[in-house]
């Protein structure tokens, strides 16, 4: 079986300074992780991937994630945070065995203040 | 380009009522999955789709759920006598059919049964 635990239901930051959502999964076999936002009565968005190769990945808005196997997280980050960047982040696994359907973990909110 | 669609954005339905709720991929992806969205949760796998094949239905709740995508386009998760544990959020996802594949999500369709 596969999880994912976002062990912060929720994360307060200032403006302008760093962000960290932390992730950690189980899965047998090679993991395929991802990190979505999701906007009040929104869908959720993608931001970034982790499939092979480099463990630091980069994605949209300036986020990017580090994979480390180790300890099995894939952490999201970024370096200076927005307002705007408050919203609902979500971790979610698959494995190549599982038709690409993701394990998602229960999400965290994140509230930057001004 | 056009992103995946969902309709009814919102839907009340009376306890004992079916529903119809509809999903319009991304032209050209293979792949479809449908997850449920309870409050303050993650999204949790219902079905998938590949093509017009439902290939994994391990997700959904009773036989009172059923999904179908019979021309591999646009597909439709019916409910029949529904209940109140149903209220949730109903995303439709689509990918190019991948394992690794990132999912594109609709907006979801909101269900409250009362």
Do not use: M
């Not at chain 1, 403006?15 to 929104?42: A, D, M």
């Amino acid at each position: 079986a596969q999880s994912v635990a976002q062990p912060e239901d929720q994360v307060n930051v200032a403006e302008g300074n760093p962000l960290t959502v932390k992730c950690t999964y189980s899965v047998s076999g090679n993991p395929y992780l991802f990190w979505y936002v999701q906007y009040p009565n929104r869908g959720l968005q993608f931001l970034l991937k982790y499939i092979t190769g480099d463990n630091l990945v980069k994605g949209s808005y300036g986020f990017e994630a580090e994979f480390n196997k180790s300890q099995t997280s894939f952490h999201l980050k970024k370096p200076s945070a927005l307002v705007s960047d408050s919203a609902l982040y979500f971790c979610a696994v698959s494995r190549g065995d599982s038709w690409g359907k993701f394990q998602f973990g229960a999400g965290t909110q994140v509230v930057v203040t001004p | 380009g056009a992103g995946v669609s969902q309709s009814p954005r919102y839907k009340v339905a009376k306890r004992g009522q079916d529903v119809a709720l509809r999903c319009d991929p991304i032209s050209g992806h293979v792949s479809l999955f449908w997850y449920q969205q309870a409050l303050g949760q993650g999204p949790e796998f219902l079905t998938y789709f590949q093509n017009e094949a439902q290939l994994d239905k391990s997700g959904l709740p009773s036989d009172r759920f059923f999904a179908e995508r019979p021309e591999g386009s646009v597909s439709t998760l019916k409910i029949q006598r529904t209940q109140q544990e149903d209220s949730a959020v109903y995303l439709c996802a689509s990918s190019l059919g991948q394992w690794a594949d990132t999912q594109y999500f609709g907006p979801g369709t909101r269900l409250t049964v009362l």
